[in-house]
Structures are given as structure tokens and as C-alpha cells.
């Protein structure tokens, strides 16, 4: 008989839960972080929530302010978020390059492209019907079952921790139709090239959705031009 799971640290609990808040968006970049307030709405005592804190400063969402002013959620500049859809836009096109190798080799687990395309078409039910908060979803899910299939947990390590620096501006990003339906149309290339075990289009296409695509979009938001 298999015993329970321990139960989770009560830091790594407060942690997922702020992490879920500002990820959501229900605190927002810049938004002061009132321990007292927080820890009571979690229901834990200042200790866990001050631990799960500096985890969460470590990976880049909050930030500590002037002595005395506590922590607030990170708000990212224009430089910075540009800088992250480079890095990301690397991260990308390795990871598909890895797909479309292993594609080419025979050695892609059986299902992982029909689950993909799937996802795909349900994205784009998503992105006809306007629903931007279940295209978005289904967007990180897609994301994340291509780093699986590329078999590189470095590379799954650092493109995470990327994309939840630039959680809030992707997700602003894709809120248009229009950008859903382009956004998609890049998805479904980056597998038809990666599916055929063209791994030089597969990098290309990879690194262009994020570098070109991606960043184009987050800019628009903006009112800029790439």
C-alpha cells in the first residue's frame, strides 16, 4: 500500500498561491505586497510568506523596494522585456531544432505531434471565438509539452524562468483575435517543419515566433514598431 505524499511546505504553498496571483494578474505589476494583509488572506503566519517572498524575488517577479517599503511585484521596463523575448527567441528555436532531429531520427515518443496539432486546432477555436483567456491557457500548455518533447531540462529550466518574467506582457500580447490567429498560424508552421525533420526551418521558425512574431506583438501593445 503506497503511502500519502507528505503535505507541502507551508513556504512552497504560500509561494504557488502569490506565484498564481501575480501570474493571473490579480496583483499587478507594481502593486505593493502587504505581508499582513497576504498572510492573512492565505491563512499562515508571516515566517512561511517572508520565505516564500524571497523565492519568488530570486525568480524575478517581486522586487524589494527603499528600506522600509517591503516588496512589491515586479514591473519589468521596455528594455528589459525586449531582452527576454531575445533570450526566449533562442530557447525556442533550440527546442524545436531538438524536436525536429529526434522527428528525423525516429526517436520522437509516438502521439507527441498528434497531441500537438491538436492543441493547435483547439487554440484556434479559441482565437475564432475570441477567447483569449483559453487561448492563452491552451498556449502555455502547447509551450510546455515542446519543451517535454525536446528531452532538455537545462534548456526547460531556463526558458520557465524566462516566461514567467514576461508572463503579463505575453498574455497582453495575445488578447486580439488577430494576434491569436497569427500567433497560431506560427505554431502550426513550427510543427510541419519539425514534423518533417527539417531541423534548420524547424531553429528558424522556433527563434522567428518569439523574436518576430512575439516580440513584434508585445510591441504593438505598446504602440511601437519592431
Do not use: C
Not at 14 to 29: D, H, M, N, V
Not at 53 to 82: D, F, I, K, T, Y
Not at 168 to 187: D, G, T
Amino acid at each position: 500500500m503506497d503511502l500519502p505524499s507528505p503535505p507541502a511546505p507551508l513556504s512552497e504553498r504560500a509561494r504557488t498561491a502569490l506565484e498564481e496571483l501575480i501570474l493571473s494578474g490579480e496583483l499587478a505589476p507594481g502593486a505593493r505586497l502587504n505581508e499582513v494583509a497576504l498572510a492573512a488572506r492565505l491563512g499562515l503566519s508571516r515566517g512561511p510568506l517572508r520565505e516564500a517572498l524571497r523565492g519568488l524575488e530570486r525568480e524575478g517577479l517581486v522586487a524589494a523596494g527603499p528600506a522600509g517599503q517591503g516588496m512589491s511585484v515586479r514591473r519589468l521596463e521596455p528594455e528589459e522585456l525586449a531582452e527576454l523575448y531575445d533570450m526566449r527567441a533562442l530557447l525556442q528555436g533550440f527546442v524545436l531544432g531538438r524536436i525536429a532531429e529526434l522527428a528525423a531520427s525516429g526517436a520522437l515518443p509516438p502521439g507527441v505531434m498528434e497531441g500537438l496539432r491538436a492543441q493547435v486546432a483547439a487554440m484556434e477555436a479559441d482565437a475564432g471565438a475570441g477567447e483569449a483567456a483559453g487561448y492563452y491557457a491552451r498556449n502555455l500548455a502547447f509551450h510546455e509539452v515542446l519543451l517535454d518533447a525536446a528531452g532538455h531540462r537545462r534548456a526547460a529550466g531556463l526558458y520557465g524562468s524566462l516566461l514567467k518574467e514576461s508572463h503579463l506582457a505575453r498574455q497582453r500580447s495575445l488578447a486580439r483575435p488577430a494576434a491569436m490567429r497569427e500567433s497560431n498560424a506560427e505554431h502550426a508552421a513550427m510543427l510541419d517543419a519539425a514534423a518533417a525533420g527539417d531541423v534548420p526551418r524547424a531553429r528558424a521558425l522556433g527563434e522567428a515566433h518569439v523574436a518576430g512574431g512575439g516580440k513584434r506583438r508585445w510591441l504593438e501593445t505598446l504602440g511601437l514598431k519592431a
